[in-house]
Nanobody, 117 residues
Framework: VQLVESGGGLVQPGGSLRLSCAASGSILSISVWSWYRQAPGKQRELVARTSSDSSLYYADSVKGRITISTDGPENAVFLVYLHMNSLEPEDTAVYFC?????????WGQGTQVTVSS
């Protein structure tokens, strides 16, 4: 499974971004899709998760502001989105996409999100 994130950038407080994760390879084996983030000097933390049973999880710090969604597969690519609204400076981090199946966890390279005026 290969994961490529995109969509990060610099945004002002209160702004919005949509992150994308393009997944290819053995995507039909994946049961859980997640977004994590890691701020400088902090541990990587789970932001949002969606599972094959349609269950959803959001960290308390992002509830009501961030939504995870999926699309596909189309042309052998599955997309996982992270829709982020009302962004705060505390949301500044590198955001990573993760895929989980019975065999392993797969990570993307990350995309930087900076929230600053």
């Amino acid at each position: 499974v290969q994961l490529v994130e995109s969509g990060g950038g610099l945004v002002q407080p209160g702004g919005s971004l949509r992150l994308s994760c393009a997944a290819s390879g053995s995507i039909l084996s994946i049961s859980v899709w997640s977004w994590y983030r890691q701020a400088p000097g902090k541990q990587r933390e789970l932001v949002a998760r969606t599972s094959s049973d349609s269950s959803l999880y959001y960290a308390d710090s992002v509830k009501g502001r961030i939504t995870i969604s999926t699309d596909g597969p189309e042309n052998a690519v599955f997309l996982v989105y992270l829709h982020m609204n009302s962004l705060e400076p505390e949301d500044t981090a590198v955001y990573f996409c993760k895929a989980h199946n019975w065999r392993d966890d797969y990570w993307g390279q990350g995309t930087q999100v900076t929230v600053s005026s």
